[in-house]
């Protein structure tokens, strides 16, 4: 495929400009690390937003791009190699918009692989873990008698938001005085859990005073503001 309108997901979000990356995607956790990234890099895109409340993530159209059905998804005109490159996954779009952009990704080698390290702790157990907090904790789980499901996904929450906490002590972001894509999966996370989850008192987190200063550092940024908006 060569050209945007050769990809079946343009038929059902039509591209107003083709030359700029198209994002497929919702404001949730996973959603906004590819908006928030995309305007910390400046990098010219389009939002394109895939409704849940209509199974949007179903249609054969979505699923040509992300058959996993999971947002976000990106479309980018402008690859590697000249031709369209299209990505799922978002610590996937992460990695790849930082070697697009030169920008959130240390340049020294034994940095770069740390940084990845993070952004694996992020998918492998914050994400996962938090998500299944949430489950329990705010949606249909909640009605279950038996709260040891829940009980485990709070054990586990708090070990990770312990192993973060440590790991931040005199440390301004996750990898010291350099924001990047570590800090960009992390924090959406945890603003979700104490926020939207509304599980800060079961975590305990008021336990965790540097995840609390490193958050607050990373929505105070205008990019993380606007990012966490898109798309509207």
């Known amino acids: 495929m060569n050209a945007l309108s050769d990809f079946p997901i343009?038929?059902?979000?039509?591209?107003?400009?083709?030359?700029?990356?198209?994002?497929?995607s919702l404001p949730t956790p996973n959603g906004v690390k590819v908006s928030i990234m995309l305007e910390e890099t400046g990098?010219?895109?389009?939002?394109?937003k895939v409704d849940f409340g209509s199974n949007d993530q179903l249609t054969p159209e979505f699923l040509s791009l992300s058959p996993n059905n999971k947002i976000p998804a990106i479309l980018d005109p402008n690859g590697p190699d000249g031709r369209p490159l299209p990505l799922f996954e978002s610590g996937a779009i992460l990695v790849y918009l930082a070697a697009k952009s030169g920008q959130f990704m240390p340049q020294d080698v034994a940095a770069r692989y740390e940084t990845l390290q993070w952004v694996m702790f992020q998918m492998g157990?914050?994400?996962?873990?938090f998500g299944q907090l949430g489950f329990f904790h705010k949606f249909a789980g909640k009605d279950y008698e038996?709260?040891?499901?829940?009980?485990?996904?709070v054990a586990e929450s708090k070990r990770l938001l312990g192993v973060l906490?440590?790991?931040?002590?005199?440390?301004?972001?996750?990898?010291?005085?350099?924001?990047?894509?570590?800090?960009?999966?992390?924090?959406?996370?945890?603003?979700?859990?104490?926020g939207f989850y509304?599980?800060?008192?079961?975590?305990?987190f008021d336990r965790f005073a540097n995840v609390r200063r490193v958050l607050d550092a990373f929505v105070a940024r205008p990019a993380v503001e606007r990012g966490l908006a898109i798309p509207g």
């Open 10 to 24: 343009t038929q059902k979000w039509p591209a107003q400009h083709p030359d700029r990356i198209q994002l497929y």
């Open 43 to 48: 990098l010219p895109y389009e939002a394109h």
């Open 125 to 129: 157990g914050i994400g996962p873990m």
């Open 146 to 153: 038996d709260k040891r499901p829940r009980d485990r996904y």
């Open 165 to 194: 906490d440590k790991h931040l002590q005199g440390r301004d972001w996750i990898m010291g005085g350099e924001y990047t894509i570590a800090d960009i999966a992390t924090f959406p996370w945890i603003r979700n859990l104490i």
């Open 198 to 204: 509304g599980a800060g008192e079961l975590v305990e």
